[in-house]
Structure formats: structure tokens, C-alpha cells
């Protein structure tokens, strides 16, 4: 009989960037209304800044003078899991130019449309993450 341990470890900055490119799917926490609420959200990396895109009526879109929100990204593949976290002032971009060099970023395979959008750009302030990995234990018999 084999048992099955875990080992984990922290990512360095240059993994968890990778990581982060892997996927474009993640959740958002923010306040609203003085509250702590979480999001799932898409976003796009664009070197230091992770952008993600909204609706005018977004319950995510910081206020005026920006906040300081947090993204989680995390995956597994097989006996390997992983998890990212960005903490970082956000704030919202809604001017025609800088709405259309945002929406000119790879979205993987999704649609931007400029109809009335906004974007949430969050600036990579800290950078964390750690992976799980599934290892085999010792083996074990019974005596016969």
C-alpha cells in the first residue's frame, strides 16, 4: 500500500508571472459599500499591470480616487496545484484612447467590444504564489 503526501512550495515572482499568463480567468476581491466582495473576472497581463475589463455598471470598477484590491489566480493539472495572489492599487480607465489600447491586448479568444467600456487596471504591487504537489509516501506492508 503506498500513502500519498504533499509537499508545497513558494513561487518566485518570475513563476508567478508564468503562472498568471497560463490562464485569464480569476477572482477579484474589492470592497463595496464598505464591504469585502469577490468577483470572478478575465483579465490580461500588460507587463507590471493586470487589466480587466467591465461594464459601466460594474460592482468591481474602484471608486474615483482608485482602491486597493486583490486577484486570485489558481489552476491544477494532475497531482500539481498552484495558486496566485496580486495585491495592488487599482483604478478605473474609461477615456476612448486608452480604452482602445487596452482592448488591443490579447484577450484569448474573447471578445472586447468598446461599447461603453471600461477597464480596471491593477498595478502589480505584491506578488505572491505557492504550488502543491502530490508526492508518493513509503511503501508499507503487512506481514503475510
Same mark, same amino acid.
Given at each position: 500500500?503506498?500513502?500519498?503526501?504533499?509537499?508545497?512550495?513558494?513561487?518566485?515572482?518570475?513563476?508567478?508571472?508564468?503562472?498568471?499568463?497560463?490562464?485569464?480567468?480569476?477572482?477579484?476581491?474589492?470592497?463595496?459599500?464598505?464591504?469585502?466582495?469577490?468577483?470572478?473576472?478575465?483579465?490580461?497581463?500588460?507587463?507590471?499591470?493586470?487589466?480587466?475589463?467591465?461594464?459601466?455598471?460594474?460592482?468591481?470598477?474602484?471608486?474615483? !480616487?482608485?482602491?486597493? $484590491? %486583490? *486577484?486570485?489566480?489558481?489552476?491544477?493539472? +494532475?497531482?500539481?496545484?498552484?495558486? &496566485?495572489?496580486?495585491?495592488?492599487?487599482?483604478?478605473?480607465?474609461?477615456?476612448?484612447?486608452?480604452?482602445?489600447?487596452?482592448?488591443?491586448?490579447?484577450?484569448?479568444?474573447?471578445?472586447?467590444?468598446?461599447? !461603453?467600456?471600461?477597464? $480596471? %487596471? *491593477?498595478?502589480?504591487?505584491?506578488?505572491? +504564489?505557492?504550488?502543491?504537489?502530490? &508526492?508518493?509516501?513509503?511503501?508499507?506492508?503487512?506481514?503475510?
Amino acid at each position: 500500500m503506498t500513502e500519498a503526501g504533499t509537499t508545497r512550495r513558494h513561487l518566485s515572482e518570475e513563476e508567478c508571472r508564468a503562472l498568471l499568463g497560463s490562464t485569464s480567468r480569476g477572482h477579484l476581491a474589492f470592497t463595496r459599500d464598505a464591504l469585502p466582495a469577490i468577483s470572478p473576472v478575465h483579465y490580461a497581463l500588460d507587463g507590471d499591470r493586470v487589466v480587466i475589463p467591465a461594464r459601466p455598471d460594474s460592482d468591481h470598477l474602484p471608486p474615483a !480616487g482608485g482602491a486597493v $484590491v %486583490v *486577484l486570485g489566480a489558481d489552476g491544477c493539472s +494532475g497531482d500539481d496545484e498552484w495558486a &496566485v495572489t496580486i495585491v495592488g492599487p487599482a483604478r478605473t480607465v474609461a477615456d476612448v484612447a486608452s480604452v482602445g489600447a487596452l482592448q488591443a491586448l490579447d484577450w484569448t479568444g474573447r471578445s472586447i467590444t468598446a461599447d !461603453g467600456r471600461r477597464f $480596471v %487596471v *491593477l498595478t502589480i504591487g505584491v506578488l505572491r +504564489g505557492w504550488r502543491t504537489t502530490r &508526492v508518493p509516501g513509503p511503501s508499507s506492508r503487512r506481514p503475510a
